[in-house]
């Protein structure tokens, strides 16, 4: 008989028939290697940026940015409110943003992010002996940019604008440090106004060094490079390329502004360490060759790409 549930996937057990939905069953569906991959990563992220919380930033009486930022703002003003729970209360309503705009695996990981964040902050309080409000922006700066990279690196993230960032990401191609770092602006007036302009730029320092450090956790260690070549042993150039690297090539016919003659321009995206054997391939074919290397933003593609996996 045709199984007439459709928008459901059937979990048969021994004893009885259980139905759970679809896009659920495609989250559970995955290996539990990878499901537990992710778990680690989103509780080692969450205790490093917990550990920046309640070591440095509290004690110092430092503000961050989004949610956290506004949750530490109004733990300050009423102390009685305890930071963990605020953060949580102050996630409910994004979720719903989350849940239309993203996927339902990053959704539902970030629910369990969202958790283990807020009981990091609860239950991890390592004290950090340094007494510099300068070096202790960085220093928190650059735990909380590897924690929250961290996270990202999951297929979930903490909550907060982390799921905002993934939104713009998605649809804009805008980096999530930048998202982050433009939309910690609102929270950095609001703190200079509440409490001292001196709190609002040590908090503005801290919020800089995060968001550099989460680009580079998430895509500047793996960041790839597109190569323009130019010469007229192209096609030696190319072959080498495709067989020594191991990389495609494009062909982009172009002309010479000033000879007007027709132009082979070779076009490749490699990794960093694959630079210096595609520079050994030109300097051994034409020492003569015009290459253009330059950085990427993002890359999208079968074996190549660095674009996270949101």
Request: contains cysteine.
């Amino acid at each position: 008989m045709e199984n007439r549930l459709s928008p459901k996937i059937q979990a048969v057990s021994a004893k009885k028939r259980v139905i759970v939905p679809r896009w659920c069953g495609r989250f559970i569906s995955g290996s539990l290697k990878q499901v537990l991959w992710n778990l680690c990563l989103i509780c080692l992220g969450s205790v490093l940026v917990a550990v920046a919380i309640n070591g440095i930033l509290i004690p110092h009486q430092f503000v961050s940015g989004g949610f956290t930022g506004v949750a530490l703002v109004i733990h300050y003003l009423f102390q009685s409110f305890p930071l963990s729970w605020l953060y949580l209360l102050l996630n409910v309503p994004i979720f719903v943003l989350g849940w239309t705009f993203v996927g339902r695996r990053f959704f539902l990981y970030s629910i369990l992010g969202t958790v283990v964040f807020s009981a990091a902050i609860a239950w991890v309080h390592v004290p950090v002996p340094i007494h510099d409000k300068i070096l202790s922006a960085l220093l928190a700066g650059i735990i909380t940019g590897i924690g929250a990279g961290i996270i990202l690196r999951s297929m979930g993230s903490s909550g907060g604008t982390d799921i905002l960032s993934v939104i713009l990401l998605n649809r804009f191609s805008i980096r999530i440090g930048n998202t982050i770092l433009a939309f910690n602006a609102i929270v950095l007036t609001a703190a200079s106004l509440i409490f001292s302009l001196d709190t609002a730029l040590y908090t503005l320092i801290y919020i800089y060094i995060s968001s550099q450090i989460i680009n580079i956790v998430l895509t500047g260690l793996s960041q790839r490079k597109a190569v323009f070549i130019i010469s007229p042993k192209w096609q030696e150039i190319s072959r080498e390329v495709l067989d020594k690297v191991g990389r495609g090539v494009t062909f982009i016919r172009g002309q010479g502004g000033y000879s007007g003659q027709d132009e082979q321009i070779l076009y490749t995206v490699i990794t960093l360490r694959e630079l210096h054997r595609i520079k050994n391939i030109i300097r051994k074919m034409d020492p003569k060759a015009f290459v253009v290397v330059h950085n990427t933003l993002e890359v999208m593609g079968h074996r190549i790409g660095n674009q996270p996996h949101w």
